[in-house]
């Protein structure tokens, strides 16, 4: 029932920018929070931003603040994490989550949600 599809990833230079998007479906949108997780192999999957389910809360990692923004569009249904000056650290596999629950928060460092597939952030330097 519930789908959460990841697109925007791809291969870019150190200092560039990606945008990505998820898109998700099977519930009403707006009354779930959203966030963005990424995984590297042999690593934990790692915190990187949420957003409450009105959009007007936000949390980031520290790794992330000041270079990554999310945002979400609650009438087209979509997520959105806009990623600038892009190290090579952030090379991962990027998540979509959405909260299991409604009207709460995303726990960063123990989600309970549902996830999409992913789709893969390279940096190179």
């Known amino acids: 029932q519930v789908q959460l599809v990841e697109s925007g990833g791809g291969l870019v230079q150190v200092g560039g920018s990606l945008r990505l998007s998820c898109v998700a479906s099977?519930?009403?949108?707006?009354?779930?929070?959203m966030g963005w997780f990424r995984q590297t192999p042999g690593k934990e999957r790692e915190f990187v931003a949420t957003?409450?389910?009105?959009?007007?809360?936000?949390n980031y990692a520290d790794s992330v603040k000041g270079r990554f923004t999310i945002s979400r569009d609650n009438a087209k249904n979509t997520l959105d994490l806009q990623m600038n000056s892009l190290k090579p650290e952030d090379t991962a596999v990027y998540y979509c989550?959405?909260?299991?629950?409604?009207?709460?928060?995303?726990?960063?460092?123990?989600?309970?949600?549902?996830w999409g597939r992913g789709t893969q952030v390279t940096v190179s330097s």
């Open positions: 099977g519930r009403t949108f707006s009354r779930y929070a």
């Open positions: 957003i409450g389910y009105t959009g007007s809360s936000t």
């Open positions: 989550a959405q909260q299991l629950t409604p009207y709460t928060a995303l726990q960063p460092l123990s989600p309970k949600a549902y």
